[in-house]
């Protein structure tokens, strides 16, 4: 016949009887996400923000031209969503890189529900 092994995690009460500790998962909050947002402005030339896409966002040329339009177009479009260190990074690169280059471009953060 087949011989049990005894488990550390097999408890033995006063009696000598066992029993399993089953594990319980207790819910572990994820943290939450922010979505990066890039608005439009009637200044920054579109070469330079489809520029910040693919410098800043790792998007193809055509990637960052179609969110560029976007942009242009409706106002605002959500160009990331990142952990809340890596987001404000991201805007963080951008508004700098918009600064140094004297374009209003604005580039803001928000939490995702
Ligand atoms: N509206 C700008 C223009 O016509 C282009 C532009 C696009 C600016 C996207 C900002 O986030 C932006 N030159």
Not at 19 to 25: A, F, K, L, M
Request: proline share 4%; glycine share 4%; charged share 25%.
């Amino acid at each position: 016949m087949k011989q049990m092994t005894w488990h550390m995690s097999d408890k033995k009460d006063e009696d000598g009887d066992t029993s399993v500790v089953v594990e319980t998962r207790p819910k572990t909050a994820r943290p939450p996400l922010y979505k990066v947002l890039l608005l439009n402005d009637d200044y920054t030339p579109m070469e330079f923000v489809v520029h910040v896409l693919e410098r800043f966002f790792g998007m193809t040329h055509a990637q960052a031209f179609e969110i560029m339009l976007t942009v242009h177009k409706k106002g605002v479009a959500v160009v990331g969503v990142f952990s809340h260190e890596i987001a404000e990074t991201k805007v963080g690169q951008v508004m700098d890189f918009a600064r140094r280059h004297q374009h209003p471009l604005q580039c803001t953060m928000e939490k995702e529900d």
